[in-house]
């Protein structure tokens, strides 16, 4: 099932594996979309919804699974939180109107989304799934809303189709079959994005499609090596290998340690998390291989309590002139985020701004003419230096397959164009010697281990090697070191994370890669196609984290004796004889029924029921924060959580970007009818993101030349336009509007919402004003909002009108 | 020497266009400055300059959308209708690997080709007063690759090899998806196969003949005129006579227009 992901346009490689699938195995597949796509038009069953309503759809797949018995027992018992007792004076959307208990001033107090103990400090369970506060019941009840009735009364589909969709899907509830869900941005970009994607996780998880071959959820990647970034902490909240960013009220390791490992009494469970502590030790020791760790933690930045870092937030310091500077290093904001027209605002702000890319971006030139602004206004020092392309560069990308294979070379990139590490070693070198004039704190940098490009005695910079960067990550031995008899000299590789240490005597830099290298060998560039399972695994292609296992949670893929629910595609199986698993990489060597399956959790259970989230333990249906209709399953029309910047106005401390003529902090309310039509964003197989590097193409710019909204034939009707006429859209944040192009088309039909009709429109969000070809920024739109939880921006559903430009 | 053909097997092709690229790039074709079509399709046509398009349409079957893609460049005919309209030695060749390739050293310009293909392929450039089109990538072929648009292709849809292999493939798949092969004339062979799907007639599919033949004219053409002028004629003559054909028979065999396949409506 594809869902909240337009695959066959922007993963077009990941179709060659769909159709095999359809091919070999006669698998079927499902596209669930507000408009029919390309990969719509390539499915065996497509299915409406209005942007927006995922939940209501999943929901009703879900109640349909329960009220069904579309179940695998035996996997949800075992291995979920099924049978968890939960804290009885936990309540849910059932019984408080559409939110959860502890809800106080726009955050839950938590305190009732708990487990019942037993005197072990384990999980009480109920394996008959009938107490009525196990998680099973609590779900199954919340669920029960769910009705296709409703469900299609809130996603404007058709019942009959979305019948079709839940019996075929659910049927995949047999032990031995399965189903997967690849999902991108259509899912994420939401006030509820991560609620999207835990609904997708519950399903799975009843049907007993986690850790199966065909199972699981296949996050589709926007960018070929996000996964990779997200490995490596491109993000505010995590360090390398999913550590966390250090808090203000953690001021040391110890506390640090403390708050981050969590601990399990039950012997059954890995909770492999338990091992926190080696693996922060050896990330501190590849920034800082001198200093001893407490003094390491001291140099770690540390985030305020409570205070996001995200790009939203960013942005809004920005616009208050709070930041002083900015590096952009292969991104464009100023046509990537949204309420763009702010962003370019708030660049403005800055002192100076250093863009590193390939062309010169919408951001890097926002103070030009082409940016609509007088460049005599604007006092940022802008730096655009030229970055070298993947074609250019020596390295490894990580896929959303957790494969991290290498890339070589082919040519040197152009002119003064430099890879991002050649550029960043010279900057941490220039970083170090103006710190040895003094400056704030300047330990961490000076202290910094950067065995990389030293300079030479010319004063020229030797180019890095990016082969001892991957060293670095998989991690060395700081000390000869015996493990089970055998001896490991000093600056050996570390075998795997098995040998990480707690006292500082290992480094690594990101422990999930500990493994990847070899004292022989580089394993990303290993490129073997064999595969003697025929399952797809390619143990000899690249590498995998961790420790190349190809499935992660596969003891989820067997029952508790170690027999594969699947006998025709096993993924692992337990050898008797030989008392060894056999097949994948298995998720930790224990013979079968010792140990819980999902190890990365402290109790061990894949989690129906999830007290992590910010916005509560079972999704919920709320409405965009843009939306006209009213929500059908509470009075909560949106999330309560979330944050709201026009609830600063109103308080009076948003002036600041008030005052700048923008309102971007403004959203349309459900009865404004000056925005009546539903619009989203996204991207078309042409196009690459904000448009950097296809809009420059020629014979890219020569299939997509101009920025278009596509509408249905009925809005066009209404609105009297035709197909290739100039519009304008306007919403409640952009009263001028965005002229573009209309591609009126019958992928596009209106929805049906209790009687009413409601219009849907989309655009690309792949132009701006620099390159070849020059378009409409679409982001000038949209809401500046994000998810309760990850603050990813609401790109996928707001409010405008369209209006022909006459003349 | 192997005879080959190119296999496009439409029910997995997600219109990604990567062999409309692919193809640009391996011959060296310059963009064209398009603007919005309304639709996908751009550029809106096959051109001097774009040898192979994807088609899209948008049709209505029973109240449900079908978004229809297809890949549309030479079909590299047995019998080439071009070659043999062709005056000028050279200028169109059949290959024994079965494409049909063009050669702007030879070509005159005389649009002859133009006028006699059953699938509208060939295009003209006034400038280089000369015709271009698809080749089956002959440069590539004959080296032991396949043609640039099939290496690129990323879902199957695309694919090169032998005419028995490539004919198997068809049939099985066509048999598979409840489809059918095109053309499926045993009187008028081509190196190009389609496996159209089922549920959709073919006349849906825009610009795409529904019965390739080899044209009246062509054969009127070949037979009657074309040894005498080559023998006889030659020169400015020829060309006039030529002229005075090609006006004729192009009114007549223009089929009417779907109204634009281009828009989107």
């Known amino acids: 099932m594809i869902i909240g992901s337009n695959a066959a346009e922007n993963h077009p490689i990941s179709f060659k594996w769909v159709n095999e699938a359809r091919e070999k195995r006669g ?62 004076s936990f309540k849910g959307p059932v019984n408080l109107d559409g939110v959860f208990s502890g809800l106080n001033g726009g955050k839950y107090n938590k305190s009732t989304w708990a487990y019942q103990l037993d005197e072990d400090g384990n999980p009480k369970k109920d394996p008959s799934l009938n107490d009525p506060n196990c998680v099973f019941q609590l779900l199954k009840r919340h669920y029960a809303r769910y009705t296709i009735e409703k469900v299609c009364s809130m996603t404007g589909g058709d019942p009959e189709v979305y019948n079709q969709v839940y019996d075929l899907y659910t049927s995949t509830c047999k032990p031995e079959k399965s189903a997967t869900i690849m999902y991108a941005m259509g899912s994420t970009q939401h006030t509820y994005g991560s609620q999207n994607v835990r609904i997708y996780a519950v399903l799975q998880l009843l049907l007993g499609n986690i850790g199966v071959a065909g199972g699981g959820i296949n996050a589709l990647r926007g960018e070929s090596n996000v996964q990779g970034s997200t490995d490596h902490a491109a993000l505010f909240h995590i360090l390398p290998g999913y550590l966390k960013t250090p808090k203000a009220s953690l001021q040391t390791y ?123 206004d604007i006092k940022t020092e802008v730096f655009l230096l030229p970055a070298a392309a993947s074609m250019e560069k020596e390295g490894s990308i990580s896929n959303s397959g957790r494969w991290a294979q290498w890339r070589y070379k082919a040519v040197d990139p152009p002119g003064q164009a430099r890879d991002d590490l050649a550029i960043m070693t010279e900057l941490v070198y220039r970083l170090k010697d103006l710190y040895k004039a003094g400056g704030a704190f300047p330990k961490p940098i000076l202290n910094l281990t950067w065995d990389y490009g030293k300079k030479g005695l010319d004063g020229s910079f030797h180019h890095p090697s990016v082969h001892e960067v991957a060293k670095e990550i998989n991690g060395f031995f700081l000390k000869d070191t015996e493990v089970k008899g055998k001896l490991y000299k000093a600056g050996q590789m570390v075998p795997s994370f098995a040998y990480l240490k707690e006292d500082g005597s290992t480094c690594s830099g990101n422990w999930l890669y500990c493994n990847s290298i070899s004292d022989t060998e580089n394993k990303l560039m290993r490129r073997s196609t064999s595969d003697p399972t025929g399952l797809g695994f390619y143990h000899n292609w690249s590498w995998c984290w961790p420790v190349n296992r190809r499935i992660i949670y596969n003891r989820a893929s067997v029952d508790k004796k170690g027999r594969p629910w699947a006998k025709d595609k096993p993924v692992i199986w337990w050898d008797a004889l030989t008392k060894k698993w056999k097949g994948d990489v298995p998720d930790g060597g224990w013979a079968p029924g010792t140990k819980y399956p ?61 005052a700048e003529g923008c309102c971007a902090c403004t959203y349309g309310s459900p009865d404004a009818e000056k925005f009546p039509i539903i619009c989203t964003t996204y991207r078309i197989t042409e196009h690459w993101q904000a448009g950097q590097m296809t809009r420059w193409l020629p014979w890219l710019a020569e299939l997509v030349p101009n920025m278009f909204v596509e509408m249905s034939e009925e809005l066009a009707k209404e609105k009297g336009v035709k197909s290739g006429d100039k519009v304008k859209v306007t919403s409640i944040r952009n009263l001028e509007g965005i002229e573009v192009y209309a591609m009126v088309t019958k992928r596009f039909k209106p929805f049906q919402i209790n009687g009413k009709i409601h219009h849907q429109a989309g655009m690309l969000w792949h132009f701006g004003y620099k390159g070849r070809a020059t378009g409409s920024i679409a982001n000038d739109l949209t809401p500046f909002v994000g998810d309760a939880n990850t603050m990813i921006p609401e790109y996928k559903a707001f409010l405008v009108d369209i209006n022909k430009v006459r003349g | ?225 074309k040894p005498f002028t080559l023998l006889g004629m030659g020169g400015v003559a020829g060309l006039a006579a030529l002229h005075y054909l090609i006006k004729g028979p192009h009114e007549v065999e223009e089929k009417p227009s779907k109204g634009g396949d281009a828009d989107g409506e």
Request: charged share 25%; net charge neutral.
């Open chain 1, 598 to 658: 999902f190890i990365m959790l402290p109790h061990g259970h894949a989690r129906l029921f999830a007290p992590g989230l910010a916005d509560g333990p079972f999704p919920e249906h709320y409405e965009p924060l843009e939306s006209q209709i009213k929500n059908f399953m509470s009075s909560q029309q949106v999330s309560p959580v979330i944050m709201r910047w026009d609830k600063e106005i109103q308080k009076g401390v948003c002036d600041p970007m008030l």
């Open chain 1, 27 to 88: 698998a079927k597949l499902i596209n669930v979309d507000p408009r029919f796509t390309r990969t719509s038009a390539t499915a065996d069953l497509y299915a409406r919804l209005r942007s927006g309503t995922d939940i209501a759809f999943i929901g009703g797949m879900i109640n349909y699974a329960l009220q069904n018995g579309r179940i695998q027992w035996d996997y949800v018992r075992d291995y979920t939180n099924a049978a968890f007792l939960v804290d009885p």
């Open chain 2, 1 to 225: 020497m192997a005879e080959y053909i190119k296999l496009i097997d439409i029910t997995k092709c997600t219109g990604c266009r990567a062999c409309q690229v692919a193809c640009k790039q391996w011959n060296g074709l310059p963009a064209e400055n398009t603007t919005f079509t309304g639709s996908y399709q751009n550029p809106p046509d096959l051109s001097y300059n774009t040898w192979t398009l994807i088609r899209f349409d948008e049709i209505d079957v029973e109240g449900n959308i079908k978004w229809l893609m297809r890949h549309d460049a030479c079909m590299h005919c047995e019998d080439p209708a071009c070659v043999k309209v062709c005056p000028s030695p050279g200028a169109l060749v059949k290959t024994p690997e079965g494409a049909v390739v063009h050669n702007p050293k030879y070509c005159i310009g005389c649009k002859a080709c133009m006028i006699a293909c059953p699938f509208n392929v060939p295009r003209y450039s006034p400038e280089k007063d000369e015709i271009a089109k698809c080749t089956l990538c002959y440069d590539r072929i004959t080296d032991g690759k396949r043609p640039a648009c099939v290496t690129a292709c990323p879902t199957g849809c695309l694919d090169f090899g032998p005419k028995d292999k490539m004919i198997k493939k068809a049939r099985a798949r066509a048999e598979e998806v409840g489809g059918y092969i095109y053309p499926n004339n045993p009187k008028y062979e081509t190196h190009v196969l389609y496996v159209l799907p089922k549920g959709v007639d073919m006349k849906a599919y825009s610009h795409l003949n529904p019965d390739p033949k080899m044209p009246a004219t062509v054969l009127w053409w070949k037979n009657l005129f």
């Open chain 1, 254 to 376: 110890a506390e640090y340690l403390e708050a981050n490992t969590p601990k399990s009494n039950d012997k059954m469970s890995a909770n492999w998390w338990g091992n926190y502590p080696k693996y922060a030790a050896s990330l501190l020791k590849a920034f800082w291989r001198d200093v001893d760790l407490e003094e390491a933690y001291r140099y770690m930045p540390k985030i305020d309590d409570g205070v996001n870092y995200s790009t939203i937030p960013i942005i809004e310091q920005m616009a208050r002139g709070n930041i002083q500077g900015l590096f952009c290093w292969g991104q464009n904001p100023a046509v990537g985020c949204p309420s763009a027209r702010l962003v370019r605002r708030a660049l403005a702000k800055l002192d100076w701004l250093v863009a590193v890319d390939l062309w010169e971006t919408e951001t890097a030139s926002f103070w030009q003419k082409d940016a609509g602004v007088d460049p005599s």
